[in-house]
């Protein structure tokens, strides 16, 4: 399989490329979470006149919102998207009305909702995106890692190495929006 380590492993000692050691704990937990954590996509905003360091990066994850899927209307107000909490909160209200004026069973209006808060959790990340965009942040790249503390190490440290690197004339620069 892709992705494994090709070493043999016998009686908590591996057997490799690299000679044979003896697998510790904390290198049984690192090698799992190698082999099972799957990489996801981080988009990274930065303001673009900012005077920190780190140009207040916020890293948004790609895809489903377990958070927004749960807590909705708390979610949005979490983030100060009150657009997106009103009309959450206003659809829900619909659903619920409309549910008992049209005589709906339980299950009928539980699947509604279901739908919603599945929308809600399929958009939400995007409706946050938008949001920076309005506050003035800049798309300044894209980072697979498989944690946010990585994705966050991984786009530092490329900020850091072309920071050290003498800029090419007409080379974009890492923290610029394309």
């Known amino acids: 399989m892709a992705g494994l380590d090709p070493a043999i492993h016998v009686d908590g000692r ?19 979470e190698t082999t099972m954590s799957r990489p996801r996509i981080y988009t990274v905003h930065v303001r673009a006149w900012s005077t920190a360091a780190d140009r207040e990066a916020v890293f948004l994850r ?48 539980g699947a509604i909702g279901l739908g919603l808060a599945l929308l809600v959790g399929w958009q939400a990340n995007d409706w946050r995106r938008r949001a920076l965009e309005k506050r003035g942040f800049v798309t300044a790249g894209v980072v697979a890692a498989s944690s946010l503390i990585e994705a966050e190490r991984r786009f530092f440290a490329k900020a850091a190495a072309s920071a050290a690197t003498p800029a090419k004339a007409g080379a974009p620069s890492t923290w610029a929006a394309s």
């Open 62 to 109: 790609e895809g489903f919102s377990w958070g927004a899927f749960v807590f909705s209307v708390a979610w949005a107000l979490w983030h100060r998207l009150w657009f997106w909490a009103l009309i959450v909160l206003g659809l829900s209200a619909l659903i619920a009305v409309a549910g008992e004026l049209a005589g709906l069973d339980p299950v009928t209006d």
């Open 14 to 32: 591996v057997f490799g490329a690299g000679g044979a050691r003896r697998l510790t704990g904390h290198d049984e937990k690192s090698k799992l």
